[in-house]
């Protein structure tokens, strides 16, 4: 099972809104509506954010949202803030390994 | 909502086994899937495997299949993950994470273990 596919980095200004790609295949993104996310501030532990490829915890924070056509999960972060500068990492159930996370996309604020 | 405590740090020579241990504070584990995610240096995530406490199943990655063993205590507040057979490359921080459903997202996060794997 190869890990999604994430840009290695994105970047954008304050105020600004962003979006991190993850594909996968019609065995893993494209089967099941069950992608996570997940920001990692480095020396941190990980904080879910989206799960069931578009729902938030509770208390999260609507600047993140996420959406999915086909086999590519999108997370959206918009209003840009500096204390977003972090990895992201999507996850999603797969048919043939049970879980399979992204390769992570460290996001610059500018 | 579970707070999970995992044991301290790790150096092992290569080929030896490492058990690391996940404790529940204020709840038991019996109603979360607990996962295994480890992270090497200077790498992404990466699952290794789960088990749900409730019944004592267990399942894991192809890749760790053969090499990781989940088991619990039995008064259901301590998990266990033990890696066999290690290598350089098994080199990182392991976590245990708690799922309370089996779709709800790994939304509680021990604090993390680093294991060394060193000659």
């Known amino acids: 099972q190869s890990a999604l596919t994430q840009p290695a980095s994105v970047s954008g200004s304050p105020g600004q809104s962003i979006t991190i790609s993850c594909t996968g295949t019609?065995?893993?993104?494209?089967?099941?509506?069950?992608v996570s996310w997940y920001q990692h501030h480095p020396g941190k532990v990980p904080k879910l954010i989206l799960f069931?490829?578009?729902k938030r915890p509770s208390g999260l924070s609507n600047r993140f949202s996420g959406s999915k056509s086909g086999n590519t999960a999108s997370l959206t972060i918009s209003g840009l803030q500096a204390e977003d500068e972090a990895d992201y990492y999507c996850?999603?159930?797969?048919?043939?390994?049970?879980?399979?996370f992204g390769t992570g996309t460290k996001v610059t604020v500018l | 909502q579970v707070q999970l405590v995992q044991s301290g740090a790790e150096v092992k020579k290569p080929g030896a086994s490492v058990r690391v241990s996940c404790e529940a504070s204020?709840?038991?584990?019996?109603?979360?899937?607990i996962h295994w995610v480890r992270q090497a240096p200077g790498e992404g995530l990466e699952w290794l495997g789960w088990?749900?406490?409730?019944?004592?199943?267990?399942n894991s990655a192809r890749k760790f299949q053969g090499r990781v063993t989940m088991t619990m205590d039995t008064s259901i507040t301590t998990v266990y993950m033990e890696l066999s057979s290690l290598r350089s490359d098994d080199t990182a921080v392991y976590y245990c994470?708690?799922?309370?459903?089996?779709?709800?997202?790994?939304?509680?996060w021990g604090q993390g273990t680093l294991v060394t794997v060193s000659s």
């Open positions: 019609t065995n893993d993104v494209g089967n099941h509506n069950l």
């Open positions: 204020r709840y038991t584990v019996i109603d979360y899937y």
């Open positions: 088990i749900y406490p409730s019944d004592g199943d267990t």
């Open positions: 069931e490829d578009t």
């Open positions: 996850c999603s159930y797969a048919d043939t390994d049970f879980y399979v």
């Open positions: 994470v708690g799922e309370p459903t089996g779709t709800s997202g790994f939304d509680f």
